[in-house]
């Protein structure tokens, strides 16, 4: 298992990894806000991922519940 944090995983980049990775291997991106925490979510990077735009932040950790608001906090 593989994980990247702190910075945004682009498809570009996690494509690069799966590479160098063994066939076994499983990517996952982490997210979470510098401001509370190091990291509040987690996805399973698949292979599908790489033409997208961008990678999805995923699902809450076990234990956690995550907003998300707009500007006006909806």
């Known amino acids: 298992r593989l994980c990247s944090l702190g910075e945004t995983l682009s498809p570009r980049l996690a494509s690069g990894v799966y590479e160098m990775l063994s066939s076994t291997a499983c990517l996952y991106n982490l997210y979470g806000p510098a401001e509370c925490t190091l990291i509040s979510t987690f996805h399973l ?25 707009d500007t006006h906090f909806q």
């Open 45 to 69: 990077v698949t292979r599908e991922d790489m033409r997208a735009d961008h990678l999805p932040i995923g699902r809450p950790l076990p234990g956690y519940i995550c907003h998300v608001l």
